[in-house]
């Protein structure tokens, strides 16, 4: 129903910046939600930033006041802009989309790794 897409992820030192790119193809009208959650080797999957339809946004306690997480008006894409890098940063990102139709579905992107260096 809903395929997403990444993009941006690379290497970067401690201390710069990344821009992470999700664009979403298919049935874009089911999302409600869109956000990035990122998995470092050997760990589940960590909620790192959340936005909603009408704006409102949520983000993990660990990158607070380094993130921040943006969409375009019709939920197409949405984007996630990481500063002040820390080498726990590292991991794969992905994107997702809450739906909501007959239920609700999640939808994730194939992942975008991010490997931050001293």
């Known amino acids: 129903q809903v395929q997403l897409v990444e993009s941006g992820g690379g290497l970067v030192q401690a201390g710069g910046s990344l821009r992470l790119s999700c664009a979403a193809s298919?049935?874009?009208?089911?999302?409600?939600?869109m956000g990035w959650y990122r998995q470092a080797p050997g760990k589940g999957r960590e909620l790192v930033a959340t936005?909603?339809?009408?704006?409102?946004?949520v983000y993990g306690d660990s990158v607070k006041g380094r993130f921040t997480i943006s969409r375009d008006n019709a939920g197409h894409t949405w984007d996630l802009q990481m500063n002040s890098l820390k080498l726990e940063d590292t991991a794969v990102y992905y994107c997702?989309?809450?739906?909501?139709?007959?239920?609700?579905?999640?939808?994730w992107g194939q992942g975008t790794p991010v490997t931050v260096s001293s």
């Open positions: 997702d989309a809450g739906c909501k139709g007959w239920g609700y579905s999640n939808y």
């Open positions: 298919g049935d874009i009208t089911c999302i409600v939600a």
């Open positions: 936005i909603a339809s009408g704006g409102g946004t």
